[in-house]
C-alpha cells in the first residue's frame, strides 16, 4: 500500500529556510485525484494544516503562512516537498506528509500519513 | 487562524460511555463541511478514525460513532476500554479565507 516518508534537517537557524522532501512509495503520486499535504503539531499550536499541492501542480497554503511558502511536485521522482522561508522559534513542530482522501475541498479527510520529521528552530 | 474547539480531556471507567465534542463556526462545521475524528497515541502520527457520517475505515469497532449539530460536532465511545487512551482530534474544511483545513484543539481521554 502507498506509503509516506518525511525527510531533511531536524535543525534550521532562525531566518533560514526550512526544506523538508515526502517520498511517496508503494504507488504513483501521479494516481487518483488526491492533493498531497503537509501539516504540523506542536504545543503551541496542536495541528495545523500548511497546504497542499495536486499532481497538477494545483496548490493551495495556508492564509497565515502563504507569505512563506512553497509546496512543489516532481512526479517523475514520486516526492512532494516543502520550503517555509524566514524561520522562528514558532516554526519548531513535528512536520507531517499527508494524502487527502481525494474527494472534494468540503469532504475532504487526510487517511495517509507519514510518521513525522521533528524540526528545531535554534541558532 | 480559526481553529475547532475541544475540552481538554476527558475520563471514563472501563465499560462507560465518553463524549467528545468539538465546536466550530458557520464557516466549518455550521457550513456544513464534513467533520473527520482522528486518534493519535504517543509519538506517532493521527490516525483516521471516522470521516464523515460514521465512514470507519477498516479494523475500527462501532464503538466508536459521530454526531452533528448545527456548528458542533460529537464522537462518542461506548463500551470504553483502556486501549482507547489516545488523544482525539477533529477535522473539518473552513471556507472563510480560501481553501483552508483546521483542526481541533485535541482531547485526552483518560480510562481508568
Known amino acids: 500500500q502507498v506509503q509516506l516518508q518525511e525527510s531533511g534537517p531536524g535543525l534550521v537557524k532562525p531566518s533560514q529556510t526550512l526544506s523538508l522532501t515526502c517520498s511517496v512509495s508503494?504507488?504513483?503520486?501521479?494516481?487518483?485525484?488526491?492533493?498531497w499535504s503537509w501539516i504540523r503539531q506542536s504545543p503551541r499550536t496542536g495541528l495545523e494544516w500548511i497546504g497542499y499541492?495536486?499532481?497538477?501542480?494545483?496548490?493551495h497554503y495556508s492564509p497565515s503562512l502563504q507569505s512563506r511558502l512553497t509546496i512543489s511536485i516532481l512526479t517523475s521522482s514520486n516526492f512532494f516537498s516543502l520550503r517555509l522561508a524566514s524561520v522562528t522559534a514558532a516554526d519548531t513542530a513535528i512536520y507531517y506528509c499527508?494524502?487527502?482522501?481525494?474527494?472534494?475541498?468540503?469532504?475532504?479527510?487526510?487517511?495517509?500519513w507519514g510518521p513525522g520529521i521533528l524540526v528545531t528552530v535554534s541558532s | 487562524q480559526p481553529v475547532l474547539t475541544q475540552p481538554p480531556s476527558v475520563t471514563g471507567a472501563p465499560g462507560q460511555r465518553v463524549v467528545i465534542t468539538c465546536t466550530g463556526t458557520?464557516?466549518?462545521?455550521?457550513?456544513?463541511?464534513?467533520v473527520h475524528w482522528y486518534r493519535q497515541l504517543p509519538g506517532t502520527a493521527p490516525k483516521l478514525l471516522i470521516s464523515?457520517?460514521?465512514n470507519r475505515p477498516s479494523g475500527v469497532p462501532d464503538r466508536f460513532s459521530v454526531s452533528k449539530s448545527g456548528a458542533s460536532a460529537s464522537l462518542a465511545i461506548t463500551g470504553l476500554q483502556a486501549e482507547d487512551e489516545a488523544d482525539y482530534y477533529c477535522?473539518?474544511?473552513?471556507?472563510?479565507?480560501?481553501?483552508?483545513?483546521?483542526f481541533g484543539t485535541g482531547t485526552k481521554v483518560t480510562v481508568l
Open positions: 464523515g457520517n460514521n
Open positions: 499541492i495536486h499532481n497538477t501542480g494545483n496548490s
Open positions: 458557520s464557516s466549518n462545521i455550521g457550513a456544513g463541511h464534513a
Open positions: 508503494g504507488g504513483s503520486i501521479s494516481s487518483g485525484d488526491f492533493y
Open positions: 499527508a494524502r487527502t482522501s481525494g474527494i472534494s475541498w468540503s469532504l475532504d479527510s487526510f487517511p495517509l
Open positions: 477535522q473539518s474544511f473552513d471556507s472563510s479565507l480560501s481553501v483552508n483545513y483546521v
